[in-house]
């Protein structure tokens, strides 16, 4: 079992961010830059398989995930891990998913102590108990999960060399009078001196339509796909499959129990168990809803027109053992009903004014008067 400790963040002995990405990077065998990176929750779930023997199934940590489920997914092993070895300090999952530095750093502080307090000096080869995995930060390592690289330059690093384009030459926006002795410089004579222009020198005057052409051909290229969105949209497919396959296997289990209940239904309604009460109960088990449960309107108006063909059996009554039927007794064989009887509508039962005995009445002292 493990050895619970307790932390304040008023610690004397907190360590700082770079002692802390030490420690863990040493152990692991990781290359963490930032104390956010530990959001994943995969190096938590390493360290515990390092402390205790078998505590959790190391294969199904996600080590290389940016995705906040996976993240979540990571941290249910460890609570599950903590509640096997005994610790019970509860992980707040929800706040350390979203990568923020003073949620993380607070519990990896915590859970330094926890190493220091049950860690026996044995040895231990991180990398090769994950099977080989190389755990990367990448670019957007600590940053929110499911955030997307934009195609904004990134600004450049300190002490880089910034390029800047030449000076234009200056230019005057008066023109220059020729010189006196000087000759006009002679002019090129243009299409409408009448000379016919050949293709070359066409080609050779217009060298600007070059670069448009090249930035034409660049623009029509197919960008290359980034191998990041490719490994998510892979695995979000593999996903996709396997809940399929859950379905499939669920409606798959749900048929062949509904068939196995429909079975019990119609043994339970044989002639011969109408009046058991123990088929009773399992029919009673077996129509019992939930509460709230309201049935579809297809299925409640095909149990209305299904009440119609029901039979309902009342039950027996007991005969009394007592009961002697009287052996004189002789129907009248000439009682006819009169037909022209009619019940006064006015006629009341019995008088609500009427009193069966006068609470007064002493039988007693009239006898001794008489």
Known sequence: MAVNVYHTAVSKDNLSRHQILAWVNETLDMSLTKVEQLCTGAAYC???????????PLKKVKFNTKLEHEYVANFKLLQTCFKKVGVDKPIPMDKLVKG????????????????????GGQEYD????RGGIVVTTGEAAGAKPGAVKTGIASRPAAG???????PKAATSSYSSKPSPGSQPAARRPGPSSGAKQSP????KQSPASAPKARTAAAASAPAKPDPRLLAEVAELKT????LQQAVETTEHERDFYFGKLHQVEQICQEPEHENSEGMARILEVLYATEEGFVPPEEDQQGLEEGVEGITVNEPEYPEDPGFVEDPGFVEDPGFVEDPGFVEDPGFVGEDPGFVAEDPGFAPEEELEEY
């Open 126 to 129: 991180a990398l090769v108990a």
């Open 46 to 56: 390493q360290f515990m398989d390092l402390l205790f023997e078998n505590p959790l």
């Open 200 to 203: 070359a020198s066409a080609a």
């Open 160 to 166: 880089a060399v910034k390029r800047t384009p030449p």
């Open 239 to 242: 996903q996709v499959a396997e």
């Open 100 to 119: 923020k530095f003073q949620d993380n750093i607070e519990f990896v502080q915590w859970f330094k102590r926890l190493f220091d307090a049950n860690y």
